[in-house]
């Protein structure tokens, strides 16, 4: 399938944290990432355009036995819908450092290497 979005995601299993009000903490499942945002999967649901920090665990592209990247950064919310048990929930990067922008892009075009290398 051609990926016609301004910013092509891929789909990966990754970890991360969310603060949600005061001082709660919610893990939360990645399932798809792009240069511009990620869809989550959470077991709340989200109020559209509220503005988070999160934490994801991102995979060293390098050497996967090392110990995953943590990259904080601030979202806020797009869209949020319950799927099964879970919201799927895509949110837009409003905060991430010049070197987690690289790390994730990285990401993107090593997937898209391969699927082009596959076709």
Known sequence: MIELRKSPRINVTWRGLMKMGGSQIVPIRVINVSESGVLILSAQALPL???FQMMLEVPNIDHMRQAPH??????VVLHSVLSGDYFRVGVRFIELTEL????????VSLANKQENHRR
């Open 49 to 51: 355009n509220a503005e």
């Open 70 to 75: 943590k990259v904080p950064c601030k979202v």
């Open 100 to 107: 987690h922008k690289d790390l994730l892009n990285a990401w």
